[in-house]
């Protein structure tokens, strides 16, 4: 394995997966190439093989056929425990070891590396600063001594413990409260800009799937490809029925979340309208929007000056809708 880098590609080709005893495949002739320092969201139905995909790339699951590499190795090829020390693998359930503190749960992969104790705890300690949680509040706890969503955050730190250049994430932040589940979904994104590690994300949420994808392969049974593209593009043209089922309702909201106010043209700004920034979504203006029951928002540029507004028609105008002049009925 290369040493830890920022992220290498993986390559699926002709990928299959048949349990004993099954008439079909869970998963059947996949092939998909994830790039370098991308984060690839899985959203499918349950049972559809996400899960079976992914323990089959740190080998938890042996293929029936086909070849997977990583940055160009094949990891059949490979020791399943070097390969496991260098993909850094987050489950729902967490997985924590009940028995060892916060600290001694980090440091469990970097230890097996050999890396000195000095080390380990200075690795320890940016980690848990890094998921936001105080070293010396949390590091000499044990598990069952933090919430769910702390307890999630401990287990990306320990994933991360080793710097993996891969990393595969099993409905990370299923077991939490949407708020928290929101703000683990922030944290992560922030992070995952810093590290650039090649991520493969399972989720059975659309929304979280827009929210931190680069792209997004939406799959159907046996772990067929319906789609692989980015949010924008799946949002604004779902490949076909089963996409656009998928998605649901609210696909308007959810491509306006990605559009930052920046990037659309601006009308003339007015005196009294409540403000946003430029970094500001679309999203955020049309909320603004309903809840001041205003026709505007002012918009201020990095320097914190008005530099336009934006108007109901403006914001679906981003979307491709025709822009009527302003007043004009639907
Ligand atoms: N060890 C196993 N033996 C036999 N069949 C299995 C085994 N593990 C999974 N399966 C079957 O393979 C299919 C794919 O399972 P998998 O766990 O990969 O789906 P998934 O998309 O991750 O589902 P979920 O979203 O519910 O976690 C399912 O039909 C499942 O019942």
Not at 155 to 172: F, K, N, Y
Request: overall charge negative.
């Amino acid at each position: 394995m290369p040493d830890p880098t920022a992220g290498v590609g993986i390559e699926l080709s002709d990928v299959t997966k048949r349990y004993p005893g099954q008439e079909h495949g869970a998963v059947e002739d996949f092939s998909l190439r994830v790039e370098p320092g991308e984060l690839l969201m899985f959203v499918g139905p349950s049972g559809c093989g996400k899960t079976t995909t992914m323990k089959m790339i740190n080998r938890i699951i042996e293929p029936t056929s086909g070849s997977i590499t990583i940055d160009g190795e094949d990891v059949l090829s490979l020791d399943p425990n070097e390969l496991r020390r260098h993909i850094g693998y987050v489950i729902q359930q967490i997985g924590l070891f009940p028995h060892m503190t916060i600290a001694e749960n980090i440091a469990t992969v970097p230890k097996l590396l050999g890396w000195s104790k000095a080390r380990v705890a200075d690795r320890v300690d940016e980690l848990l600063r890094t998921v936001a949680l105080d070293p010396g509040v949390f590091a000499h706890r044990y598990p069952k001594q933090l919430s769910g969503g702390q307890q999630q955050r401990v287990g990306v730190a320990r994933a991360l413990a080793a710097d993996p250049p891969v990393m595969l994430m099993d409905e990370p932040f299923g077991a939490t409260d949407p708020i928290t589940r929101l703000r683990l979904q922030e944290e992560f994104r922030r992070l995952q800009a810093d590290i650039g590690k090649t991520i493969i994300f399972v989720t059975h949420d659309f929304d979280e799937a827009v929210r931190l994808g680069d792209r997004i392969a939406v799959l159907s049974e046996r772990s067929r490809i319906e789609q692989c593209d980015t949010p924008a593009n799946i949002l604004a043209d779902p490949a076909n029925e089963y996409v656009a089922g998928f998605i649901g309702r609210g696909a308007g909201l959810m491509r306006l979340a990605l559009i930052p106010i920046g990037e659309v043209p601006l009308e003339a700004p007015d005196d009294s309208s409540a403000a946003l920034g430029v970094q500001d979504s679309l999203r955020d203006a049309l909320d603004l929007l309903v809840l001041t029951g205003g026709q505007r928002v002012n918009v201020t540029d990095e320097s914190g000056s008005v530099a336009g507004s934006l108007t109901h028609a403006g914001i679906s105008a981003a979307l491709g809708a025709p822009r009527l002049p302003t007043g004009t009925a639907p």
